[in-house]
């Protein structure tokens, strides 16, 4: 008998289990993440009804790509443009849950008596949301549209960038075993050093190589090409001392800046769905049932900590950034679980052999509770705004109100914040821009060159005439380049603060001479690179038109990379007036809706739903402010603007199908190419083909006809019918059958 690899059993037991269980739990419309979980444990290792895996640390791995697509695929959907874009309220909405959650996890573990170490993983574990599961739950209850539903993706936004941190925090430390401040700052500092280092590099280079490729890019090259990248990147983090699931959310997040994104995510959906269930399952695998029973009180005031406190902290963090009482109250019912973040964060206190083997049955029971429970806390979250609005005095409601007024007005940025702000930016863009091509060749370049070409003194002049070479630009750019030129202007105007901007334009300069100190200081002694110092500074001022020539190449080029996604297709548009509770959405319109081929003055949508329809995309084209006239077509994106509950009536009127529609779903036909003979007794016979009415008797078109030996392609309607003819009619059988039927006993 043909041996088989315990992986391949191992394998199928496993995907056999999930596809039973994720069956099951679509048809008990719950998480399929839980049908996972479960799956996983009724195959493992602690409960004997079923077949149990044989080889665990296989499994380990496959899990481990899974969690390296779910990063890439998470990270496919973040993108680092929407995390500036967020805003101030969702931001100060998450941070504060996340140093809420962290504090509160942190004071449970101590109380409950664990560890240290225990207790910071659970607030870890505890401070991250699970988009999969609020997605879902926004779904199927068809909040995506409200007001609130914006800011917890953008909440969600800033969770997994700091879930990225965490995962570094933790590691370093679990590493120390303490609260090592300069570690922990040195840790931030080079995963800051590498975000922006990748981010730069990715964005400078990928767009431009898959537009130069894509016309040899189909969907199998484009997958291919897309984990390569992926993988290529998490061994580039792993190189430099990262988690490998950096690695893929960092190239997720690059190509999210591509055209081709939605294309990507579309294309990695299927392998990330296998690998991820894989993961989700051997988070099941690890579990004892013994230690949930054993430790079920820990599990339920963890469970009412993270309830209890997620709401807290997200309520507080709206109300904070001046969101109102509704919102902030809406917001934090919705976030109210921990998911896939929270088992990545376990998973790895259990790698590095830091934590107790009961943490991660626990953080799994609590992120099933909780899952179960989401659905119902967000249908709770108005009655619960209606309860708590009623119990606030009338003072506490007015101040409230003026708060959140008060937040939203416009404010101008002086032309010393845009300066200034430029100044940082570049600063911080450039010295990693700098520092990293200096380290790159003094770590591989010189060693390359003098190995295989020049050796001694002339290699290291020629490494570093390399090196400047790929430098000058940016030292250019960090010197002289002034992004905010009308800023400076009108502050040189004021005779009070040219002496400050002098003083600005000379740390400038004595900054880039610094880094060009710290090149030379990598390869010659400190004499000589005084020497070659001074060389390098006249050289860079005599050359300083093809620099700056050179260095807006490369800047246009990059500008033009990343914004090329929203100059192809128009991103979602969602702003709001937090004091009157309405905001703009926009509703894609599908080929069977209500409101296809219809007039604006038709709909009523202002009479009827209270909405107004500010713009209309219809492909490339954009209709600013549609007169009463403009019809609506399927593929239209119209931005409308309303409250929550106006756009919730208009969204179930969108949506909502034509009665041509609906009853042509009511019985669907199929469609074929049928064969009809003429004979004697036919209906057909010597009439013409608009005589006979074939196309209202069978709701078909007579496309073709074999007379007497010649075929007669799409004939004209006033041809005769004739005995023996052969009548080809693309419509349906039935109907076509019935019409033999009358023929036959005419």
């Known amino acids: ?313 997200i309520t507080s963090g709206g109300l904070m950034a001046g969101q109102g009482l509704k919102t902030s109250i809406q917001s934090g019912m919705s976030v109210s679980q921990i998911g896939e973040f929270s088992f990545i964060i376990a998973t790895l206190g259990l790698t590095l052999n830091v934590t107790s083997d009961f943490l991660y049955p626990v953080a799994v029971a609590v992120s099933a509770i909780t899952t179960f429970t989401t659905p119902y806390m967000i249908r709770l979250s108005e009655p619960l705004y209606r309860s708590v609005e009623a119990i606030l005095p009338a003072t506490w409601k007015t101040s409230l109100n003026e708060y959140s007024s008060g937040t939203q007005v416009i404010s101008t940025t002086s032309d010393w914040n845009k300066l200034l702000r430029s100044y940082a930016i570049n600063l911080v863009v450039y010295s990693v821009l700098i520092i990293s091509i200096v380290l790159l060749s003094a770590q591989y370049l010189n060693p390359f060159i003098i190995e295989n070409f020049i050796r001694g003194l002339w290699g290291d002049i020629v490494t570093t005439a390399i090196t400047l070479v790929f430098m000058a630009p940016f030292l250019w750019a960090l010197a002289v380049h002034h992004p905010q030129q009308e800023a400076q202007g009108r502050i040189w105007a004021n005779r009070n603060f040219r002496s400050m901007i002098i003083v600005l334009e000379f740390a400038r300069i004595g900054i880039a001479i610094l880094f060009i100190g710290f090149l030379l200081h990598q390869f010659f002694a400190i004499e000589t690179s005084l020497i070659i110092g001074l060389i390098i500074v006249a050289l860079l001022a005599v050359f300083s038109r093809k620099i700056q020539n050179f260095y807006i190449r490369i800047e246009n080029r990059f500008m033009a990379n990343l914004n090329e996604r929203e100059k192809s297709a128009a991103k979602k548009m969602h702003y709001t007036i937090a004091p009157w509770d309405a905001h703009l959405i926009s509703f894609d319109i599908e080929a069977t809706s209500a409101v296809v081929g219809k007039s604006l003055v038709e709909l009523q949508v202002r009479e009827k739903y209270g909405v107004n329809v500010a713009v209309i995309e219809r492909g490339d084209y954009t209709i600013m402010a549609p007169t009463r006239n403009e019809r609506i077509f399927p593929g239209d994106k119209i931005y409308v603007f309303g409250s929550d509950e106006q756009m919730e009536h208009f969204r179930q009127f969108v949506e909502s199908e034509t009665e041509v529609t609906a009853k042509a779903n009511a019985v669907k036909e199929d469609v074929k190419l049928q064969k009809l003979v003429v004979s004697a007794n036919s209906m057909l016979l010597h009439k013409t083909i608009r005589e006979a009415g074939v196309r209202e008797t069978t709701k078909g078109l007579i496309v073709g006809i074999e007379k007497k030996g010649e075929r007669i392609l799409n004939p004209d309607s006033e041809l005769v019918f004739e005995e023996g003819d052969v009548v080809w009619i693309v419509g349906s059988p039935w109907r076509i059958r019935q019409l033999e039927a009358t023929s036959s006993h005419s």
């Not at 596809?19 to 739990?25: M, V």
């Not at 879902?136 to 990225?164: H, M, N, P, T, Y």
């Not at 990715?202 to 990248?229: C, H, Q, R, Y």
């Open 1 to 313: 008998m043909t041996h088989l690899p315990h992986l391949v059993t191992d394998l199928g037991l496993i995907l056999g289990a999930a596809g039973i269980t994720t069956l099951l739990f679509k048809k008990l419309k719950q998480p399929l993440v839980l049908g996972y979980i479960i799956a996983g444990l009724l195959v493992g290792p602690n409960i004997a009804l079923f077949p149990t895996i044989i080889e665990i640390e296989n499994i380990n791995i496959w899990a481990e790509i899974g969690v390296i697509f779910l990063l890439f695929s998470l990270g496919l959907e973040f993108s680092f443009k929407k995390l500036v874009k967020v805003g101030g309220s969702s931001s100060v909405m998450a941070l504060v849950e996340v140093v809420v959650m962290l504090l509160l996890g942190y004071l449970t573990g101590k109380l409950l008596g664990w560890s240290t170490m225990d207790s910071i993983f659970l607030g870890g574990i505890l401070s991250i949301s699970s988009t999969t599961i609020i997605i879902r739950a926004f779904d199927e209850l068809g909040v995506k549209s409200q007001r609130f539903a914006g800011l917890v993706f953008g909440v969600l936004i800033v969770e997994d960038l700091v879930a990225i941190l965490l995962l570094v925090l933790l590691s370093t430390v679990a590493v120390s075993q303490q609260f090592a401040g300069a570690e922990m700052l040195a840790a931030v500092l080079k995963l800051a050093f590498f975000l922006v280092l990748w981010f730069l590099a990715g964005i400078f280079l990928i767009p431009t190589f898959l537009k130069k490729a894509s016309k040899l890019m189909n969907d199998e090259t484009l997958l291919i090409v897309s984990i390569a990248l992926c993988l290529l990147m998490v061994i580039l983090a792993a190189q430099v001392g990262f988690s490998p699931a950096l690695g893929a959310f960092i190239m997720g997040s690059i190509l999210a800046e591509t055209t081709k994104a939605e294309k990507i995510e579309h294309l990695v959906a299927s392998v990330r769905d296998l690998f991820g269930a894989i993961f989700f399952v051997s988070v099941g695998i690890l579990i004892n049932p013994q230690v949930i029973v054993e430790y079920a009180g820990p599990i339920a005031i963890i469970t009412v900590v993270t309830l209890l406190g997620k709401v807290f902290s």
